[in-house]
């Protein structure tokens, strides 16, 4: 297997990302794109591109919302188990991940030896997801990849009441108009994405990040880390997190099919 | 109640329809009859009563069913909701309200008559919902016709004599005010006679039901939802009694011949809370490509009535009102379910939280943690509806029931 390559396709809502490693599980190339209208022509591109870096692979596992429309037909597995299974390959303990993506956010227990135990998604109400903060963006007028920064100067949150994201457009409406900062005004609508995720479990124990939402918007780990009392870990190129684990996933199918 | 076919069970399948349309007939004959009485009545009942003093039954919850079945319901729901009834109540009441307003119904198309019988008594019991008795309370104003009502006690562990004795003596006085209505006073040989009969067509449904024990199981909780109509129905007729007789002999037959109801059976789960009745076919072809058979259910399950007992009429039928699940405590809910994972054989429950039925939602209260910390009992929620298919959302339930499995499977001893 010295040679052989594996690349984990996933296919979400907003990005569809890919990771090929080596037989070693090292990571040798990953690319990331807007998944689109099209899912079939967001997983060739992904493909194609990590194929362009030098290093192609026929052996693929595909994972996502879209993991059914890659094109190449590969085997699937749920982002659940392939966030899992990426998660534990950064932290090999038991740990609870917390996955928050573009539309859904993800919670997995795992156990001490990356098998998983249970998990739990949000409801169909994409509040408190990555759509939540774009769309937040959007009505203060701010680039989404800038507002993570503009929230940690916040010298103290709004609070958000809103349990969607209509109303806490609404919402945010009064805040300006009462004169609150727009840092402000991120910070609580950064702590009701927290907020949302402490909702769905407890997160008892070691807590892992990961997701595109984690990697574009780092004080959700800051806040976590306040309303938690301890430091989450945070997956090293979190939004590839699940690309990883359908790449594990390959290497491990192939492995168990060799033997 | 459920319009998928199955290739499996296909002669009661054809006595099924025949069954259902004879049915629907003779309801719409009464209801053009002066002479022949129509009660609306809740599924929990009091069905017997009623069908011993001679009323042709007529369920809205089973329209209902039929609307959300056929994907009609949501297109109604609105139309429910600009009178005043809340998108946040049972979607059931919103879709037969909505469709009765609209002067719409899918009877035509499903059995040949035009819309439900006009009722000249509404009749509700709230063993199973507070909300009956609104719904029911909304058309008695339609109509101008009596609304009656047995309120029984709610969510008891342990149903005890008091609440038997309590809910008995409110069917008797029931059966006095229905007297005038019916156009003659019980009979209570006959009323004797249609408690057997309907115990006779339970402990059958019972039978029917517990061929899903079988590995590999020959029915599917999908198969139930199809054969169940009569037990809700059309209780304490001979003809239902001898529907199930039939249907128990071809599911018996099935598991003496090894037969799958999910080719290649690989997992084995239970469905917790109400049918999602518009999507009951995507729920049958996930399953069956993931290779899981859900061969149990709560749903289907309540309607097997143990207690009724024809020696007393009305202690058992207000006992077996009281004791249906949606009616217990979260205990005895936690202990039923652990019991049907065993004697099913359960890999995990899928419990379904409906948007707009908290009542037979179970796992709104902790319960899938308390099976899983105390009982070892794997679960998943699934978000959406009996019949409001804006709740539901395809993607996020396939990934949920895919993740589900593919969990259970890496658990699974390698041999």
Not at chain 1, 42 to 63: D, F, I, N, Y
Request: net charge neutral; glycine share 8%; charged share 25%.
């Amino acid at each position: 297997m010295a040679s052989m390559r594996f690349t984990g396709v996933d296919i979400g809502s907003s990005f569809t990302k890919a990771v090929v490693i080596d037989s070693e599980a090292m990571i040798l190339a990953t690319h990331v794109l807007k998944t689109g209208m099209d899912f079939e022509s967001a997983s060739r591109r992904a493909l194609e591109e990590t194929a362009a870096k030098g290093t192609p692979s026929s052996w693929v596992v595909a994972t996502g919302v879209g993991r059914s429309r890659c094109l190449q037909k590969p085997p699937t597995k749920t982002e659940i188990s392939c966030i899992a299974r990426g998660s534990y390959h950064h932290l090999p303990r038991p740990h609870v991940v917390v996955d928050i993506g573009g539309q859904d956010n993800k919670v997995v227990r795992v156990d001490e030896g990356g098998c998983q135990l249970d998990f739990k998604m949000n409801r169909k109400c994409a509040a408190g997801t990555g759509a939540f903060l774009e769309e937040i963006a959007r009505r203060l007028d701010v680039a989404p990849e800038a507002i993570s920064a503009m929230a940690r100067r916040a010298g103290k949150a709004v609070e958000i009441g809103s349990y969607c994201t209509v109303f806490t457009c609404t919402e945010i409406i009064h805040h300006i108009r009462e004169g609150a900062s727009p840092e402000g005004i991120l910070r609580g609508c950064y702590e009701s994405v927290v907020k949302r995720i402490l909702e769905m479990d407890p997160l008892d124990g070691e807590v892992a990040l990961s997701g595109g939402v984690i990697a574009t918007h780092p004080v959700i780990a800051d806040i976590l880390a306040e309303k938690l009392g301890r430091a989450p870990f945070v997956a090293p190129q979190a939004q590839f997190v699940g690309a990883l684990g359908a790449a594990l996933m390959s290497r491990q199918s192939h492995a168990t099919n060799a033997a | 109640m459920a319009s998928e076919k199955s290739s499996r069970l296909r002669a009661s399948r054809q006595k099924l329809d025949v069954l259902l349309k004879d049915y629907y007939a003779g309801l719409d004959a009464a209801g053009k009859d002066p002479a022949r009485k129509v009660a609306w009545c809740t599924s929990a009942g009091p069905v017997e009563l009623l069908e011993a003093m001679g009323f042709h039954l007529y369920f809205p919850e089973n329209h209902g069913a039929l609307l959300g079945a056929r994907r009609l319901a949501t297109g109604f729901i609105g139309q429910a909701n600009a009178k005043g009834y809340s998108p946040d109540i049972c979607s059931y009441l919103t879709a037969d309200i909505g469709a009765h307003l609209r002067g719409e119904s899918p009877l035509k198309d499903a059995y040949g008559i035009d819309a439900p019988p006009k009722p000249d008594v509404l009749v509700y019991n709230t063993s199973q919902c507070r909300e009956v008795q609104d719904w029911f309370s909304f058309y008695g104003r339609e109509f101008g016709v009596p609304v009656l009502g047995i309120h029984s006690p709610w969510k008891a562990g342990t149903v005890g004599p008091e609440s038997i004795a309590d809910v008995a003596q409110q069917l008797e006085r029931m059966a006095v005010t229905l007297a005038p209505i019916a156009g003659a006073p019980l009979n209570r040989a006959r009323l004797a006679e249609v408690v057997k009969l309907s115990s006779q067509a339970s402990a059958h449904w019972k039978r029917f039901l517990e061929t899903g024990r079988a590995r590999p199981s020959p029915i599917t909780f999908f198969d139930a939802t199809i054969h169940m109509a009569p037990i809700v129905v059309m209780r304490g007729k001979e003809a239902t009694r001898d529907y199930y007789r039939g249907l128990v002999e071809e599911a018996e037959a099935l598991v003496r011949d090894g037969i799958a109801a999910v080719e290649g059976e690989r997992l084995r789960f239970y469905w917790d809370g109400m049918p999602n009745w518009g999507k009951l076919r995507f729920f049958s072809d996930l399953f069956t490509r993931l290779k899981i058979c859900a061969v149990a259910s709560t749903y289907c399950l309540s309607w097997v009535f143990d207690e009724l007992d024809c020696r007393r009429p009305f202690e058992s039928m207000a006992e077996a009102n009281l004791k249906v699940f949606i009616n217990r405590s979260e205990d005895y809910k936690e202990s039923y379910l652990v019991d049907a994972v065993k004697a099913y054989s359960i890999d995990a429950i899928l419990f379904h939280e409906a948007k707009t039925c908290p009542y037979n939602t179970n796992s709104r209260f902790g319960l899938p943690q308390r099976l899983l910390e105390g009982h070892g009992v794997a679960s998943t929620t699934l978000y959406g509806d009996l019949c409001d298919l804006r709740c539901f959302s395809e993607d996020q339930t396939e990934t949920t029931v895919e993740a589900l499995a593919e969990q259970l499977a890496a658990r699974a001893p390698r041999g």
